[in-house]
């Protein structure tokens, strides 16, 4: 018999192998091929997010040369593409590296005509991976709206519609930038709902809203008064007037496809699986209701595996290190401990592999990990009131470390409990 941490890292596993996205795309291009490229014509390959590398090397085998190809990812993901530049951005804040993959994507675009064809591969994390601050707007400036963003609790469509009225190419940005050439995006989601404009703050598809509603929610979160008034000023502004360029945008794969595989995986373990949630969103402590709920009415003589997707927040209240899979974690250990009965273990990581500003993707609960906090000479209520679910699940010898995965559709929770005896 395996053993609860076994069974929860293969479903896991089972989840990640789902969304590989070299695979997605090759099915995506299989059924539907790419547009003729017209006479005179160039081909122009752009790849962002943290699935970047894998999806520009199935792109590659698609597109003959001559060929430009720019690969924009993160540092963990970071791999030399033969016939592709490859830079890699900063997430979950940009800087520096984020600025100047920008400005190579603007330089790379601006150069085409009409008779060109741009294809654009998108996955999750491409918000900070390529930042190009909207005029008057130092990169500093965005650095601090990204963090206030962080630690407001907003969810990540909230965030990113903020986010699309700060920069040159997202909430279809890119487009302007590419006109007239024509443009076909393929994007794997890793935002719940599969809203593609919220998808690495939508480059390729129109704003979630306008900059009246990004003021408007600046200002109900609490942080309108406290951003750079370059930020303010701009968001006072009129838009542009002239029409959006359009693009085809094609979905590949998304956090829905991969809790199918998490189910599957678990049938054939032999646990009786139920996919309780696939919108498992909002403060990590609204999250762990719901998840506690389930389980205490899951019935108790099976071997039951309940099935959450979703993305959830946080509202930092300290300076500890950790992220949102982790501090769910955390807190299961915290409630489950004395509201649960049975052998039961509660995971949630992130597909990306990443989890916060750490290099874990996630963290295990189980009925020992909260007294294990303690008896490793910590605090655990110290911890999580300081949001260091890090510091503390590594004591219970209780995170997830698996480096990153080269895909991203979001999180995935798993609470599985063997049958009463």
């Not at 993160?74 to 940009?94: C, I, Y």
């Not at 080269?406 to 798993?414: E, H, K």
């Amino acid at each position: 018999m395996t053993s609860l941490p076994q069974d929860a890292r293969a479903l896991f596993d089972a989840a990640v192998a789902r969304a590989d996205p070299a695979k997605a795309l090759s099915q995506a291009l299989h059924a539907t091929p790419l547009p003729a490229l017209e006479p005179g014509g160039q081909d122009y390959i752009l790849a962002l997010g943290k699935a970047a590398v894998p999806m520009m090397q199935e792109m590659l085998r698609h597109i003959p040369e001559p060929r430009q190809a720019l690969v924009i990812t993160n540092p963990e993901n970071l791999t030399e593409v033969p016939g592709a530049r490859v830079l890699a951005g900063s997430h979950p804040v940009p800087d520096q590296a984020s600025a100047d993959a920008g400005a190579a994507v603007i330089d790379l675009v601006s150069q085409t005509t009409a008779q060109d064809r741009i294809t654009v591969l998108v996955s999750g994390g491409g918000s900070s991976l390529m930042v190009a601050p909207a005029a008057g707007i130092s990169l500093a400036d965005k650095a601090a709206v990204g963090a206030a963003l962080l630690s407001s609790g907003l969810d990540i469509n909230e965030m990113n519609l903020v986010r699309q009225h700060l920069s040159e190419l997202k909430g279809g940005g890119l487009l302007r930038h590419a006109a007239p050439a024509s443009v076909q995006a393929y994007i794997l989601s890793d935002v719940i709902g599969d809203d593609l404009r919220a998808i690495a703050s939508g480059p390729t598809v129109s704003p979630l809203g306008d900059r009246a509603a990004a003021r408007a929610l600046l200002q109900r979160a609490g942080i309108w008064r406290d951003l750079p008034e370059t930020v303010k000023t701009h968001l006072s502004q009129q838009p542009p007037t002239s029409p959006l360029p359009v693009a085809q945008n094609s979905l590949i794969g998304s956090n829905r496809h991969s809790l199918a595989a998490m189910m599957e995986r678990a049938c054939a373990l032999g646990w009786q699986s139920q996919l309780v949630s696939d919108h498992l969103t909002g403060d990590v402590c609204e999250a762990v209701e719901e998840i506690l709920h389930a389980a205490k009415a899951a019935p108790a003589d099976q071997p039951v595996a309940l099935i959450f997707g979703g993305e959830t927040t946080v509202r930092l209240q300290g300076d500890g290190r950790g992220g949102r899979n982790q501090e769910l974690a955390l807190r299961m250990a915290q409630r489950g401990a004395s509201e649960l009965s049975g052998d039961w273990l509660f995971l949630s990581a992130g597909t990306d592999g990443r989890d916060g500003p750490t290099d874990a993707a996630g963290g295990f609960a189980t009925p020992q990990t909260w007294q294990a906090i303690a008896e490793a000479g910590q605090d655990p209520a110290a911890l999580l009131a300081n949001n260091d679910s890090y510091a503390a699940l590594k004591a219970a010898e209780a995170l997830l470390i698996c480096g990153g995965t080269g895909t991203n559709v979001a999180d995935v929770q798993v609470f599985l409990r063997r049958a009463a005896d």
